[in-house]
């Protein structure tokens, strides 16, 4: 464990150097936490003292980090990208949204072509039911999409209509745009925060099965290769 540690902590230095804040901050708190039980399972005090001091070292640099990100999400400087690798799990949508929706986020617009296919319709709800679960004050929610080319163009506009309606019990309303020139994806929250994922909101590979793991629960589904970008409206302007 004290070798994992090592490996660990010597990655978050490197990534520290690289100004890679948002990664080294995550191998600087996983270090960290491989040490302190390393430190448990010490029973020579001077070893003892060494780690005490080195694990007070990194979470002083870690703590300098969080802060320093904290300060560039507030100036909307802050740019995050995760890449999600194939077969990957735990990239749930609350994952990739939930730090990014507070009290003050009453409309979200989503851009997104293929919103579609059945199981498309289902990420989209699922994106909505997040949504309705978070502590914003959410009124509205802007839907841009394609129509479907082939026969499945009446149950897309019948789903959407459904949770359209459903939506309306919770006081919200879908606002659905049909657009045929639509090519990009992103998502957009009231309160300035930005996300454009590669892939949409189909990142999701199809289950197994209907009863294996990761059917119901997305953070337990493996994921298509994408990329994930994350940026406040405030980034994109010019001085």
């Known amino acids: ?25 995550v191998c600087y708190q996983e270090g960290i936490e491989l040490l302190m039980k390393v430190l448990k399972a010490t029973k020579n005090e001077t070893k003892k003292a060494h780690y005490r001091e080195k694990i007070s070292s990194y979470m002083s640099r870690a703590e300098d980090i969080k802060k320093y990100l904290e300060k560039e999400k507030e100036d909307g400087k802050y740019h995050k990208q995760i890449k999600i690798e194939e ?5 749930s ?63 897309q506009i019948s789903s959407l209509e459904e949770i359209q309606q459903s939506l309306e ?4 309303k879908l606002d659905v745009t049909y657009s045929s020139s639509i090519h990009d994806r992103e998502i957009r929250f009231s309160n300035g925060w930005i996300i454009k994922i590669g892939r949409g909101l189909d990142y999701f590979k199809k289950p197994q099965g209907r009863f294996c793991l990761g ?12 990329t994930v970008d994350i ?9």
């Open 87 to 91: 077969n990957s799990k735990g990239f």
């Open 1 to 25: 464990m004290e070798d994992s540690a090592a490996v660990m902590l010597k990655r978050a230095v490197e990534l520290d150097v690289a100004s890679r804040f948002q990664e080294s901050l």
């Open 215 to 226: 059917f119901c629960d997305f953070d337990l589904r493996p994921c298509h290769e994408t």
């Open 93 to 155: 949508y609350e994952k990739l949204f939930q730090d990014y929706l507070n009290e003050t986020v009453t409309e979200v617009w989503v851009e997104d072509p293929y919103i579609r296919h059945v199981h498309q319709l289902y990420n989209f709800l699922r994106f909505c039911e997040m949504l309705v679960k978070g502590s914003c004050q959410l009124k509205t929610i802007h839907l841009l999409t394609s129509y479907d080319e082939g026969n499945g163009k009446s149950q």
């Open 231 to 239: 940026f406040h409206k405030k980034h994109t302007k010019k001085p």
């Open 169 to 172: 019990d919770f006081g919200i």
